[in-house]
């Protein structure tokens, strides 16, 4: 009985607007946005540990959506090779209520490295979903599904390297630490286990 209660005051907190007015940060999807990742697996290049800098931007527009460009280098210190990534993503934003927003995006990557006998080039097309809550107009916590389709892949290299597409998974986390700039960090999965953890800098308008 006592658990059923517990639950049900949890389950409940979720649908109480906790969230007040005056943040740009908390559930805001306009930002400029510099990260960092350390990980393992990258696209399944081997199993290698990596090292990932990236920078986006983002915008909201019509009310209901958001459009994002973005572009990482990826270096993979074992195999002595880097890999960049530009990326565009268009999504929907569907709020539940004040606190609780669905994001449903789909983003297109293109994928490029050209050093140390590792010539790769090609194409991802990334459908993802992303629940975010607000605890607070200081405090919001995401957990996202995404699933990443390769194709178009051409992969010339002196060892036998490939690149492996499919599931991955994660929680994230934003804290605001102004009006405008906010920290964030999470953790991503993919279906062989851990993928990569990062921290970036948001500065939202």
């Known amino acids: 009985m006592k658990n059923t209660t517990l639950i ?11 969230k ?4 740009n940060v908390i559930l805001n999807y306009s930002s400029l946005t510099s990260g960092i990742a350390y990980g393992q697996d990258y696209l399944g290049l081997d199993g290698e540990d990596y090292t990932s ?12 959506g958001v459009i994002g460009v973005g572009i990482t280098n990826t270096w993979i210190d074992d195999l002595d090779m880097n890999l960049m990534k530009i990326g565009l993503g268009i999504g929907s934003i569907y709020k539940i209520n004040e606190n ?30 992303d629940l975010r809550y607000a605890f607070n107009n200081k405090y919001q916590i995401g957990i996202f599904l995404e699933y990443s ?3 178009d892949v051409d992969v010339n290299s002196n060892s036998d390297l490939s ?15 102004s009006q ?15 993928d990569n953890v990062y921290l970036s800098i948001e500065l939202h308008y």
């Open 149 to 151: 389709d390769l194709f």
């Open 8 to 18: 049900a005051i949890l389950f409940s907190l979720l649908f109480i607007n906790f």
């Open 100 to 129: 609780l927003h669905l994001v449903a995006n789909i983003q297109f990557d293109h994928y490029q490295s050209n050093d140390s006998g590792h010539d790769i080039e090609g194409w991802g097309f990334v459908p993802k979903l």
């Open 180 to 194: 405008t700039l906010g920290l964030g960090t999470g953790i991503l999965f993919n279906e062989n286990g851990f």
């Open 163 to 177: 690149i492996d597409d499919g599931f991955g998974y994660g929680i994230n986390q934003v804290i605001a630490l």
């Open 20 to 23: 007040s007015e005056g943040n």
């Open 53 to 64: 800098l990236g920078i986006s931007f983002s915008s909201d527009f019509l009310i209901k």
